[in-house]
């Protein structure tokens, strides 16, 4: 049973793993915007969970809300610490 949950701009949808490692997936709607701006949230996601240490045993979904692309980088990395303490 995966878990469900908002943290700040984030939606984290989270499941035990799997496979051993286990796998992240970075998703940006159009609720975001246009296609340079969902870009740019999924390469900002990327960057600040490549600064967070992850949960090797779980699956973990990053959905991107709005506020992703305009949020300030060290704000966005503080989103992902959080939603890797839960």
């Known amino acids: 049973m995966g878990r469900r949950r908002r943290i700040g701009g984030l939606i ?4 035990p793993a799997l496979s ?8 940006a709607s159009r609720k975001v915007g246009g296609a340079v701006a969902r870009n740019r949230a999924k390469r900002r996601m990327r960057e600040a969970f ?3 240490l992850p949960n090797a045993a779980v699956d ?7 506020s992703v692309v305009s949020v300030p980088f060290d704000q966005l990395v503080s ?4 939603a890797n303490r839960v």
Not at 12 to 15: D, M
Not at 20 to 27: E, H, L, N, Q, S
């Open 79 to 82: 989103w992902m610490k959080d």
């Open 60 to 66: 973990v979904v990053y959905s991107a809300g709005p």
């Open 20 to 27: 051993d490692p286990g796998r992240v997936a970075f998703v």
């Open 12 to 15: 984290v949808i989270s499941a």
């Open 50 to 52: 490549a600064s967070v």
